[in-house]
């Protein structure tokens, strides 16, 4: 007999009994674990926890509620978006300042104001705005595009910028900063140059005693690789999730992943010589197989290139995928397994020998932790542990 582990569920108001058992279980030690080694790696200077897409689908509320826990919690959080920081504040993040990466946007004001949120200033117009703007005081930061190429006021423009910005007694400059593009990369001259610039309009704001709040530019590859990109405080997002920003950083700060997915085996079916798994017979058994299913798929973020590469786990075998992936169910080769039916099986995850985490999936899938993570869809509920 098995027993099936059934999680229940809270939506609109109506308990739902989870007959599935996909889940995502976050590691919150881990993720304590990975700030405490970030922030220790950094001399322990400021950091400001980078929690935006749901904190990289681990989820926002709960990350930062282990972190509010933590003996030295973060002084900021960064977001991408208004939303994000408007949910951050309602989640009882109420003294902690939450900078908005995105674009200052002159509808927002109120909600700025109302949660008081720091907005990003990232363009000319922003600054033309805010020079004639006389409400109540409002904090920002100052993005310089030092070469990323995305967002930001130009190094080149940046200094007269901050300059007109900062006579305005209505606006409070709280930080400025810079993205980093190749700080995990092997080269790192892009990253020198970047920091470069950076560093020169510090310098010249220091010396015309033009107040700026704090500099910051530190991203995971920066903490990582660059010691020269931490000014005042560092801002790291995957790390904290337990991820290398790619294969080419050094290791220099001990990570954990956050993030494990676990499942069942739901259904088995016996495949004889000859026969196929799944749409466009992409697997066809040389030999006689059992073939188990289960409830996971593309829909909840089981990328449809790990077809036929993925591992995973079940006791302390190893089972391979076979067969494409599908929108809601994946097979295993479980012709090792006994009795299969109700066993629990790791999809991502590491212990002892086994690590099939996140990391392994974007080798396989072409692509960066990042996305493996942020593409665990809502359908998969979240367990927090620690
Ligand atoms: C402005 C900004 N700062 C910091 C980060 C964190 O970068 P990472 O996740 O590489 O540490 C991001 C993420 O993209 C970002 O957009």
Redesign the pocket.
Known sequence: MHLFLISLHIVNNKIIVNMRSSRAIIHLDNLAYNYNNLRKKAGNRPVMC?VKADAYGHGMVKCVEKFESLVNPPEYY?V?LTEEAVELRKSGVTSRPILI?GPFDSDDITTYHEDDLTPTITDVSNIKFLSDYSGKVLKVHINIDTGMGRLGISYLKAFEMISKLSENKNVQIDGIYT?LACSDEHDKSYTKLQLMRFGTIVEKLKKHKIKYGIAHAA???GVIDHPDSYFDMI?????LYGYY?SNDTGESVSLKPVMELRARISSVKEIPTGESVSYGRKYIANKPIISGTVAFGYADGYNRLLTNNARAKIGNKIVKQIGRVTMDRIMFDVSEIDTPVGQEIVLMGYSGEFRFTAEEWANICGTIP?EITCNISRRVPREYIG
Request: hydrophobic share 25%.
């Open positions: 980078v960064g991408a990466f993205h991203n995971s590859g801002r790291p997002g995957i790390s920003p990042y």
